[in-house]
């Protein structure tokens, strides 16, 4: 199975670097491809893609955990190590699903934006970067894929080479470095301390060798959670999402928001739970400043996206929001908590990844960018716009919609943990956050569908084609269906939680 976990790894990394690599061999590289080369490149990028989710998925859920691979060593004893484990699992599995429903949907949406065979070349090299990512046995192997996958999308955020989007670049790649070193900073004592640098359920901080060092070492578990965070937009670091989202295109704005987020949040998981122990940072300066920065950041996100006009802009606060929910349930340090926060992670990557998939729609059919440009839109797109409303019901919470059981999980696995005044903070935010978070997506939904006078365009169908709206379809089915049947997800997320705590 080692075989399968490299395929899976190297295959789309290898065929996306060609695909740059012909690029750049071009005299005309503006040149507009022919028909036939852009047919040949969507059909070269759908079988790497679907050949790399079925290796993937394969090597995750037909392989022993017990299995790994090393692909060279750094130093004597710190290898680039793949390990298969449970979370490894259930990452690889979300992200195989919307990487491959979004590079379905970008082969009609980059005909827009145009420049394909780069985009995808990128785009290719990010999906091998993140399944590495996935399955890294050690906290290095981790460190050195999640430089690797900041530098591969810095590409698709700057895609138009507009000022705005070359900025927002620049933006993005000196959160992510800065917030970088702060894991590298705490990497360090994390060799000193620990037994291992693999991942050890439980952690692998030696208490013995740590004793008389716990100030130092709670420091560098802090800058680790902040370091990490940024990917997660947490507090005080979150400003290059609002930044980046608008100025690249939506496939790219869908997948940041989907799934690299939730890097961050895998590599906060890998420290908290994996390297130190969540019982090192129980009770400590460091859990009560985690949960305090979580709880102001869904507050914030939320509040910012409802003030905010730019519908893209809005989805983006609202993920900074979002995916502190999912930090919030771990800085409790509870399995309950913790169950529902890898619940959110996953439900959050569909639904998020639907709502920039739609607001990709608007652009591309309509042109509209603006949150007040969208009343009458349920008129000329309605399936479009149910997609986005099944999306948001699910994200506002609404049973029986999968949001309603991540946020259940997380309101009572804070009640439940012993961590004071934040046991009720905790639901009360998130319970505002909720309040918020409707009226800044379901009003979207109620002037689509009902723009009394506000609309003044004619209601012709500009219903985007079946290859825009087969993903975002399948995409909002999941948020419904996973809330119908969430069991084998609740008792998978709960073996995961219970392992390590």
Same mark, same amino acid.
């Given at each position: %199975?080692?075989?399968?976990?490299?395929?899976?790894?190297?295959?789309? @990394?290898?065929?996306?670097?060609?695909?740059?690599? /012909?690029?750049?061999?071009?005299?005309?590289?503006?040149a507009?491809?022919?028909?036939?080369?852009?047919?040949?490149?969507?059909?070269?990028?759908?079988a790497?893609?679907?050949?790399?989710?079925?290796?993937?998925?394969?090597a995750?859920?037909?392989?022993?955990?017990?299995?790994?691979?090393?692909?060279?060593?750094?130093?004597?004893?710190? !290898? &680039?190590?793949?390990?298969?484990?449970?979370?490894?699992?259930?990452?690889?599995?979300?992200?195989?699903?919307?990487? /491959?429903?979004?590079?379905?949907y970008?082969?009609?949406? $980059?005909?827009?934006?145009?420049?394909?065979?780069?985009?995808?070349?990128?785009?290719?090299?990010?999906?091998?970067?993140?399944?590495?990512?996935s399955?890294?046995?050690?906290?290095?192997?981790l460190?050195?894929?999640?430089?690797l996958?900041?530098?591969?999308?810095?590409?698709?955020?700057?895609?138009?080479?507009?000022?705005?989007?070359? $900025?927002?670049?620049?933006?993005?790649?000196?959160?992510?470095?800065?917030?970088?070193?702060?894991g590298?900073?705490?990497?360090f =004592?994390?060799?000193?301390?620990?037994?291992?640098?693999?991942?050890? !359920?439980?952690?692998?901080?030696?208490?013995?060798?740590?004793q008389?060092?716990?100030?130092?070492?709670?420091?560098?578990?802090?800058? @680790?959670?902040?370091?990490?965070?940024?990917?997660?937009?947490?507090?005080?670091m979150?400003?290059?999402?609002?930044?980046?989202?608008?100025?690249?295109?939506?496939?790219?704005?869908a997948?940041?928001?989907?799934?690299?987020?939730?890097?961050?949040?895998?590599?906060?998981? #890998?420290?908290?739970?994996? %390297?130190?122990?969540?019982?090192?940072?129980?009770?400590?300066?460091?859990?009560?400043a985690?949960?305090?920065?979580?709880?102001?950041? &869904?507050?914030?996100?939320?509040?910012?996206?409802? #003030?905010?006009?730019?519908?893209?802009?809005?989805?983006?606060?609202?993920?900074?929001?979002?995916?502190?929910?999912?930090? =919030?349930?771990?800085?409790?340090?509870?399995?309950?908590?913790?169950?529902?926060?890898?619940?959110?992670?996953? =439900?959050?990557?569909f639904?998020?990844?639907?709502? =920039?998939?739609?607001?990709?729609?608007?652009?591309?059919?309509?042109?509209?960018? #603006?949150?007040?440009?969208?009343?009458?839109?349920?008129r000329?797109? !309605?399936?479009t716009?149910?997609?986005?409303?099944?999306?948001?019901?699910?994200?506002?919470?609404? !049973?029986?919609?999968?949001?309603?059981?991540?946020?259940?999980?997380?309101?009572?696995?804070?009640?439940?943990?012993?961590?004071?005044?934040?046991?009720?903070?905790?639901p009360?935010?998130?319970?505002?956050?909720?309040?918020?978070?409707?009226?800044?997506?379901?009003?979207?939904?109620?002037?689509?569908?009902?723009?009394?006078?506000a609309?003044?365009?004619?209601?012709?169908?500009?219903?985007?084609?079946?290859?825009?709206?087969?993903?975002?379809?399948?995409l909002?089915?999941?948020?419904?269906?996973?809330?119908?049947?969430?069991?084998?997800?609740?008792?998978?997320?709960?073996?995961?939680?219970?392992?390590?705590?």
């Amino acid at each position: %199975m080692s075989v399968v976990i490299l395929l899976a790894i190297l295959l789309p @990394m290898v065929v996306g670097m060609a695909l740059l690599l /012909v690029l750049a061999a071009k005299k005309e590289k503006d040149a507009q491809p022919t028909t036939e080369e852009l047919k040949r490149l969507h059909i070269t990028v759908a079988a790497v893609l679907v050949a790399t989710a079925a290796l993937g998925l394969a090597a995750a859920w037909l392989g022993s955990g017990d299995e790994g691979v090393t692909l060279f060593y750094l130093m004597k004893d710190i !290898p &680039v190590y793949f390990r298969i484990d449970e979370l490894g699992k259930l990452y690889v599995t979300f992200i195989s699903i919307v990487w /491959v429903m979004v590079g379905m949907y970008s082969f009609v949406y $980059m005909s827009h934006e145009g420049k394909e065979q780069r985009f995808f070349g990128y785009y290719l090299i990010v999906y091998g970067v993140l399944i590495a990512l996935s399955f890294s046995g050690n906290i290095v192997t981790l460190y050195l894929f999640y430089e690797l996958m900041t530098l591969a999308t810095v590409p698709l955020v700057l895609h138009n080479g507009s000022r705005e989007a070359i $900025m927002a670049a620049l933006k993005y790649l000196f959160y992510s470095m800065c917030g970088a070193y702060m894991g590298l900073f705490g990497i360090f =004592f994390l060799y000193r301390y620990c037994d291992t640098l693999e991942f050890v !359920p439980g952690g692998s901080l030696n208490m013995s060798l740590a004793q008389g060092h716990g100030t130092i070492l709670l420091i560098a578990v802090f800058l @680790m959670i902040l370091g990490f965070g940024v990917k997660g937009g947490m507090l005080p670091m979150h400003a290059w999402l609002p930044t980046a989202h608008p100025v690249a295109p939506s496939p790219a704005s869908a997948v940041l928001s989907g799934i690299i987020v939730k890097s961050g949040v895998l590599a906060t998981i #890998r420290v908290v739970f994996f %390297m130190v122990g969540a019982d090192f940072i129980r009770g400590t300066w460091v859990q009560t400043a985690w949960m305090t920065l979580t709880l102001i950041t &869904v507050f914030m996100g939320s509040l910012l996206a409802f #003030r905010e006009k730019v519908f893209k802009k809005r989805l983006a606060y609202s993920t900074v929001s979002q995916a502190s929910y999912i930090l =919030f349930g771990l800085s409790v340090l509870q399995p309950q908590a913790m169950t529902g926060a890898l619940l959110h992670t996953v =439900f959050h990557a569909f639904i998020k990844t639907a709502l =920039f998939l739609t607001a990709g729609v608007f652009i591309f059919k309509c042109h509209k960018t #603006r949150v007040e440009e969208l009343p009458g839109i349920g008129r000329m797109m !309605p399936k479009t716009l149910w997609c986005f409303t099944f999306a948001s019901l699910a994200l506002v919470g609404i !049973p029986p919609a999968s949001g309603f059981i991540s946020k259940w999980y997380l309101a009572q696995g804070a009640l439940q943990a012993k961590v004071g005044v934040y046991g009720w903070m905790g639901p009360v935010v998130l319970l505002a956050s909720a309040l918020l978070t409707a009226g800044y997506l379901l009003s979207v939904t109620t002037k689509g569908f009902f723009p009394g006078e506000a609309a003044q365009e004619s209601y012709e169908d500009k219903e985007p084609s079946m290859g825009m709206l087969l993903p975002l379809i399948i995409l909002a089915a999941l948020t419904l269906l996973l809330g119908i049947f969430p069991n084998p997800l609740i008792g998978f997320a709960g073996r995961i939680a219970s392992s390590v705590m």
